[in-house]
């Protein structure tokens, strides 16, 4: 079993930068995907990153389209740690953001994953 704590959320003008984090507990954290999902109110929630177990330079993330070339992710299977760099932030990136555990490689489903944080509140303003 796997608990995760995202942290790093906040109020940023469009344009700026954040970096989320999320913290996990359990001893199988490098056996899974982990992944960066985000909901805004009204809406369904979405897929934004993902990270494979092993990785090889780039190999092994993906990204939504939507956040392609301005948000990075990142593990420290060491530190059990998942980072988000969040780059040129839009108005419409402004959700809460989800950190997730799936055992299934490179998943973006978000059915596809078992354990979720509690969410951390991104706010970009214009």
């Known amino acids: 079993q796997v608990q995760l704590v995202e942290s790093g959320g906040g109020l940023v003008q469009a344009g700026g930068s954040l970096r989320l984090t999320c913290a996990a507990s359990?001893?199988?954290?490098?056996?899974?995907?982990m992944g960066w999902f985000r909901q805004a109110p009204g809406k369904e929630r979405e897929f934004v990153a993902a990270?494979?177990?092993?990785?090889?330079?780039?190999?092994?993330?993906n990204y939504a389209d939507s956040v392609k070339g301005r948000f990075t992710i990142s593990r420290d299977n060491a530190k059990y740690t998942v980072n988000l760099q969040m780059y040129d932030l839009k108005p419409e990136d402004t959700a809460v953001y989800y950190c997730?555990?799936?055992?299934?490689?490179?998943?973006?489903?978000?059915?596809?994953?078992?354990?979720w944080g509690q969410g951390t509140q991104v706010t970009v303003s214009s």
């Open positions: 997730g555990a799936s055992t299934r490689i490179g998943s973006s489903r978000y059915i596809e994953y078992a354990y």
């Open positions: 359990g001893r199988a954290f490098s056996t899974y995907t």
């Open positions: 990270i494979s177990p092993i990785t090889w330079r780039d190999s092994g993330t």
